[in-house]
């Protein structure tokens, strides 16, 4: 039996309708009602964890999507799992996502919408992948997953992890001593991180000039990561060339928000890729079957780092 958890009226709903759609029936149930003491697995987003810790036969908090910050992991018992969705539609639509922003800036389309509302007709040489040195923090299912994609299509990839990664055709960096190193070479920067404490506020102003001049930023991890005020400071000095930012610290961008008319910012409302929820219920239904049957979860994640 699954229980659905969000404290989020709006997302509990759709999270019902998604579940009578894709889900068997008498499969799950909702929180608060008598069937959930029977629960085997949560799926959840930004869930009501201290009820969750009142079911008796609770297992295995299920993140509905890849990343597992909203669900505050200090509050897990040491006998509960937690998993998270991973999917190869999902890697697709953020590759597909991260290739229009790369060639945003690789065809200078940024600076023909600057000049459009100018009324300038010039051209710029045009840039081949092979002039382009991407640099993608993090390598996990996802980063390297993109990596590996944006090198077999030319251009010049390297990555940053906490551990060497064996990918082809993109050099790996790791840890703080290699972090100058990376930067320093990385034209455009895609974050594609998971948030832990290490590395919240980590986009910020001492990191940003230690990228080359006229750097760009495509930022698609979590909002944590970056300081909002730093990316502002590092633009409108000229240092950085532009950004793309899918997430935010706050959701959804207040309507005063500085980057909304940024001239240098694109705000997209965190869209960059999803899971087809067909997915999603699928995989969290095979991880309850996979915990009745006391087998080995899919998508565990690893509780000491976080993702």
Not at 92 to 109: A, C, E, T
Request: aromatic share 8%.
């Amino acid at each position: 039996m699954i229980v659905i958890s969000s404290t989020l009226p709006d997302i509990q709903k759709i999270l019902v309708k998604v579940f009578e759609k894709y889900a068997p029936p008498n499969s799950f149930c909702v929180a608060q009602s008598p069937e959930a003491k029977e629960a085997t697995t949560a799926a959840c987003w930004f869930p009501d964890m201290p009820y969750l810790q009142t079911l008796p036969k609770l297992q295995v908090i299920h993140s509905i999507a890849a990343g597992v910050e909203h669900l505050n992991l200090n509050e897990v018992s040491a006998e509960q799992f937690v998993c998270r969705v991973l999917d190869e539609h999902h890697q697709k639509g953020m590759f597909d996502y991260l290739l229009w922003g790369v060639l945003y800036y690789q065809r200078y389309f940024d600076r023909m919408l600057q000049q459009q509302q100018q009324q300038i007709w010039k051209q710029h040489r045009q840039s081949y992948s092979h002039h382009i040195q991407i640099g993608i923090m993090g390598l996990g299912h996802m980063g390297g997953y993109v990596a590996e994609h944006f090198a077999a299509m030319g251009y010049q990839v390297s990555g940053w992890s906490n551990s060497v990664k064996d990918l082809a055709q993109v050099k790996s960096y790791v840890g703080t001593e290699q972090l100058a190193e990376f930067l320093a070479q990385s034209q455009i920067l895609i974050n594609l991180m998971p948030l832990t404490a290490d590395n919240t506020a980590i986009l910020s102003e001492a990191l940003f000039q230690q990228l080359p001049e006229q750097a760009v930023l495509i930022q698609v991890g979590r909002g944590q990561h970056l300081v909002e005020q730093d990316l502002l400071k590092a633009l409108d000095s000229g240092h950085l060339r532009g950004a793309i930012v899918d997430v935010f610290d706050e959701e959804p961008l207040a309507a005063d928000h500085p980057f909304w008319q940024h001239d240098k910012i694109v705000v997209t409302p965190h869209i960059a890729s999803h899971a087809p929820m067909s997915v999603v219920v699928e995989q969290i239904l095979e991880n309850d079957r996979r915990i009745q049957a006391n087998l080995p979860l899919c998508n565990q994640v690893d509780l000491t780092k976080g993702y």
